[in-house]
Nanobody
Framework: QVQLVESGGGLVQPGGSLRLSCAASGSIFSIAAMGWYRQFPGKQREYVAVAPSVGTTNYANSVKGRFTISRDNAKNTVYLQMNNLKPEDTAVYYC??????????WGKGTLVTVSS
């Protein structure tokens, strides 16, 4: 099994920044990709950003230029730096990990609220 623990969510004013972290542990043999998704109230979970182990990172159009995904492979950790946050970024953010033999695995989510 793979366990994911997210941290870094909270309340921030519009234009502010937050950094989310997600540490993976457990039966991790070969991580294929790590990423972030988010879910708005009453909506389905949507893609935010993914950092594959091979290839380039990808972002949803709504966050390009404002969010940056990065990985620390030695720590099996993925980060999401979120700048210039907008009220419409308010959502529960979920970490995702896919391995060569299984997944995707999901964290429990961390709430990001952008409000003045």
């Amino acid at each position: 099994q793979v366990q994911l623990v997210e941290s870094g969510g909270g309340l921030v004013q519009p234009g502010g920044s937050l950094r989310l972290s997600c540490a993976a542990s457990g039966s991790i043999f070969s991580i294929a990709a790590m990423g972030w998704y988010r879910q708005f109230p009453g909506k389905q979970r949507e893609y935010v950003a993914v950092a594959p182990s091979v290839g380039t990172t990808n972002y949803a159009n709504s966050v390009k230029g404002r969010f940056t995904i990065s990985r620390d492979n030695a720590k099996n950790t993925v980060y999401l730096q979120m700048n210039n946050l907008k009220p419409e970024d308010t959502a529960v953010y979920y970490c995702m990990v896919a391995t060569a033999v299984g997944g995707p695995y999901w964290g429990k989510g961390t709430l990001v609220t952008v409000s003045s």
